[in-house]
């Protein structure tokens, strides 16, 4: 596992050389790519590349998205053939991207969802982060207001019995790529911000009250919230959830959309009548996390 996660992370390191070191090919033919992923979700406004990185160079293999039935597509919705201009098993990775649309750049965004190293006949490709140590809690309350009847109505990755301190283990992130909570309330997934460290402020407030809140991730959802939200939220309703997604992150745009993507690794249901200011564990959920496969 170790050795596969350092072959990954040097495939992913590849993608942050400069920007005039990479090479796109869209050549119609060449060595056929045959590639087979798991949990890789269908993409809306943007799309998926494959790479074979040799040097620094990266030849552009094809292009995909993923269809509601799993099926690999084109731009067509036709089957998606992949065809490397180099031999495959003499390059030093290869790697799916996550592409912009529309795309000016012919080189790689940076956004490595899946990376290997080929061998004779076969590439296994993994997502470049080692999730299986992640782990985490939250706490209810809503510390940017001066009011104490709504305390169940924000979430803050904090431990309180810490001083309060961090309350997330997590590994360091790839460039590309960013963390960001979500309170799911009323069927409707609520964003608590993006940040990139388990301490320290995230990137938003967008429904946060007045006062400042503690320098950690999480949110209050107090005010402007999306219409079909019934005020005053509460999390404790035994319906809602609290969920940590890895983002895709270009230049601080997610071309994947304003949703949570599809890897979520730390959820959890808010029991009914959870008592605020009460550290409430994350279940480790790896189930989303993509891989695959190449053969040539």
Do not use: C
Not at 15 to 28: E, I, Q
Not at 30 to 43: D, K, M, N, Y
Not at 55 to 66: E, I, L
Not at 97 to 123: C, F, N, Q
């Amino acid at each position: 596992m170790r050795r596969r996660l350092l072959v990954t992370l040097a495939a992913v390191a590849a993608f942050g050389l400069a920007a005039t070191a990479a090479t796109a090919s869209h050549l119609p033919r060449g060595h056929e790519l045959r590639l087979s992923v798991t949990q890789l979700a269908p993409l809306d406004g943007s799309f998926y590349e494959v790479w074979v990185v040799k040097g620094s160079r990266k030849y552009s293999a094809g292009s995909f998205n993923v269809s509601s039935s799993g099926q690999l597509v084109d731009g067509f919705g036709h089957r998606a053939r992949f065809f490397s201009p180099i031999a495959p098993n003499a390059a030093d990775a290869i790697a799916v991207t996550i592409e912009p649309m529309p795309d000016a750049d012919p080189g790689p965004s940076g956004i490595v969802i899946l990376a290997g190293d080929p061998g004779r006949h076969l590439a296994r490709l993994s997502f470049p982060v080692d999730l299986s140590t992640i782990a985490g809690s939250f706490i209810l309350a809503t510390p940017t207001d001066s009011v104490s009847t709504n305390e169940t109505a924000g979430i803050w990755f904090l431990d309180p019995a810490a001083g309060p301190g961090p309350a997330l283990e997590l590994p360091a992130l790839p460039p590309g790529w960013v963390w960001e909570g979500w309170g799911v309330t009323q069927g409707t997934p609520l964003t608590t911000g993006r940040f990139s460290a388990a301490a320290g402020a995230d990137s938003m407030a967008p429904f946060s009250g007045p006062n400042p809140g503690p320098p950690f991730p999480g949110e209050d959802f107090l005010v402007n919230l999306p219409a079909g939200i019934a005020a005053p939220v509460n999390l404790a309703d035994g319906s809602s959830l609290a969920v940590l997604t890895i983002e895709p992150d270009l230049a601080g745009i997610d071309p994947t959309g304003a949703g949570p993507f599809s890897i979520k690794p730390l959820k959890a249901a808010i029991p009914a009548g959870q008592a605020d200011h009460v550290s409430v564990e994350l279940g480790r959920d790896l189930s989303e996390v993509p891989g695959g496969t190449v053969r040539f």
